[in-house]
T-cell receptor, first 114, second 115 residues
């Protein structure tokens, strides 16, 4: 069974600084996709970024980028120029290439301070 | 395009009752998945529907059921409610074409409280 581990329950970053959230996963499959979702206090789950396992290039979306290390099964999220609106729970998620079920990590609560 | 919508947003029920939650996917999306989120268990997959058929199912008791209509809207039903069913129920939609793992887009959730 696939598992996703987020070892940082909470992180804090100052506004305008950079923070990295960690995620590791375990799978025996070669075809899969990884995601970071953000869940603010409103509880709406918002897609931040997606990475296909077959792509070597790390995905980037504006201030958000990932460091995808396939051999190490690591998928970290870097947030640059942090903003107050980035404060939320961040979930790392895995999905098999032929499945429809997302497996989530336990989440990292990110605080952004002035 | 309008996003995923879920109704109602909040529900309060008592033990033993049953409840039905509704989800309308993004226009053009044919797959709808349901997740339960609790502080203790985190986010857990309930089931997924595609073209009115349950395509995948999580490890939940038979009290949890769902269905999908021809317009891709989905409903989830929980019978004989237990206190432990109190949770945020999230619905997600995706295009659902073939065997490709599509990106899932989530609705705002339904907060169910069982007293």
């Amino acid at each position: 069974a696939q598992t996703v581990t987020q070892s940082q329950p909470e992180m804090s970053v100052q506004e305008a600084e950079t923070v990295t959230l960690s995620c590791t996963y375990d799978t025996s499959e070669s075809d899969y996709y990884l995601f970071w979702y953000k869940q603010p206090p409103s509880r709406q789950m918002i897609l931040v970024i997606r990475q296909e396992a077959y792509k070597q290039q790390n995905a980037t979306e504006n201030r958000f980028s990932v460091n995808f290390q396939k051999a190490a099964k690591s998928f970290s999220l870097k947030i640059s120029d942090s903003q107050l609106g980035d404060a939320a729970m961040y979930f790392c998620a895995y999905i098999s290439g032929t499945a429809s079920k997302l497996t989530f990590g336990t989440g990292t609560r990110l605080q952004v301070t002035l | 395009k309008a996003g995923v919508t879920q109704t109602p947003r909040y529900l309060i029920k008592t033990r033993g009752q049953q409840v039905t939650l509704s989800c309308s996917p993004i226009s053009g999306h044919r797959s709808v998945s349901w997740y339960q989120q609790t502080p203790g268990q985190g986010l857990q997959f309930l089931f997924e529907y595609f073209s009115e058929t349950q395509r995948n199912k999580g490890n939940f008791p038979g009290r949890f059921s769902g269905r999908q209509f021809s317009n891709s809207r989905s409903e989830m039903n929980v019978s004989t409610l237990e206190l432990g069913d109190s949770a945020l129920y999230l619905c997600a939609s995706s295009i659902g074409q073939g065997a490709i793992a599509d990106t899932q887009y989530f609705g705002p959730g339904t907060r169910l409280t069982v007293l």
